[in-house]
């Protein structure tokens, strides 16, 4: 008898660590879905052309589809920060490399360079949480493409990184990117 109800305190034990862990991970879950909120939502701020023109984002744009690139880093022999378009493999693989993991989605995603190209915004190696986000990829009144991110960082680490992201948008929507850091 005593034994048994050893077994049945370690249960309730395991079961509410349980409880305690989903709980975490809906407020993690939660804050996740608050900053994309926040960052959906956030005003206009900076917006640079690749090659340094300042020019203003237009409210009545068209919204253009994309992808965000999975899989890929930037090369760690790459020392400046990336913000461009990139409309060909070579130039690609020079500055990002394949990062496959196990698993279903382990692949990165396919970029084919006859019909997509991408847009690429990275940052300095930081010490500390970084994040890039997307906030929109839009055809302004003037026929460019308007690239919109935001980045943020957060506490320091104990390892670095260099924050980057990747978009594969089709050739039908090609054009003049402008960069719009929010």
Do not use: W
Not at 166 to 182: D, L
């Amino acid at each position: 008898m005593h034994l048994a109800c050893k077994v049945l305190h370690s249960v309730n034990v395991l079961i509410k660590n349980k409880q305690t862990r989903n709980m975490k991970m809906k407020k993690y879950y939660l804050i996740i879905a608050a900053m994309v909120l926040f960052t959906l939502t956030a005003c206009h701020t900076k917006s640079t052309v690749a090659d340094g023109n300042v020019s203003s984002v237009n409210n009545g744009s068209e919204e253009i589809p994309y992808k965000v690139a999975e899989g890929y880093f930037l090369r760690n022999d790459i020392k400046q920060t990336v913000i461009k378009k990139i409309d060909n493999r070579e130039e690609f693989d020079s500055l990002f490399g394949m990062a496959t993991v196990m698993g279903e989605n382990g692949k990165p995603t396919p970029i084919d360079f006859s019909r997509e190209y991408v847009i690429a915004v990275s940052m300095p190696e930081t010490y500390h949480e970084a994040m890039l986000y997307t906030t929109g990829l839009a055809r302004n009144d003037k026929d460019m493409i308007v690239f919109s991110y935001k980045y943020t960082i957060g506490e320091k680490r104990s390892y670095s990184i260099t924050p980057c992201i990747i978009v594969v948008v089709s050739n039908e929507y090609s054009g003049k990117v402008i960069f719009n850091e929010e």
